[in-house]
């Protein structure tokens, strides 16, 4: 059974850093394009970031295109998001998510129901 774990979130002041982790276990890690989602409250969950399966090409959305930075370690089965400058607009919790592919090519993939696992969600508090 395929498993996400995100770590790394919690309360920052708004302009500071924080680095999300997620660590899949129980698939082929290489075999999966990964990607970074995030949901507001009372708001729909969002795109954040996407990365393909070797890190080889990665995508933002507009509102953390220079901030954020999505990276993996395929040898470790972990995806990174990088968050800097933070602002209070990017308080939500954070969700990582796994598509399982055929061929491993650049792709990338930035709609929800794209994904096949995700993970629990880790919460992202930015203050004032």
């Known amino acids: 059974q395929a498993q996400l774990v995100e770590s790394g979130g919690g309360l920052v002041q708004a302009g500071g850093s924080l680095r999300l982790s997620c660590v899949g276990s129980?698939?082929?890690?290489?075999?999966?394009?990964m990607g970074w989602f995030r949901q507001a409250p009372g708001k729909e969950r969002d795109f954040v970031a996407a990365?393909?399966?070797?890190?080889?090409?990665?995508y933002y959305a507009e509102s953390v295109k220079g901030r954020f930075t999505i990276s993996r370690l395929n040898a470790a089965n972990t995806l990174y998001l990088q968050m800097n400058s933070l602002k209070i607009e990017d308080t939500a919790v954070y969700y990582c998510?796994?598509?399982?592919?055929?061929?491993?090519?650049?792709?990338?993939?930035?709609?929800?129901?794209?994904?096949?696992?995700w993970g629990q969600g880790a919460q992202v508090t930015v203050s004032t």
């Open positions: 990365i393909s399966w070797n890190g080889g090409t990665t």
């Open positions: 998510a796994a598509k399982r592919l055929y061929f491993r090519d650049t792709t990338y993939y930035i709609t929800e129901n794209d994904y096949d696992y």
């Open positions: 129980g698939l082929t890690f290489e075999d999966y394009a």
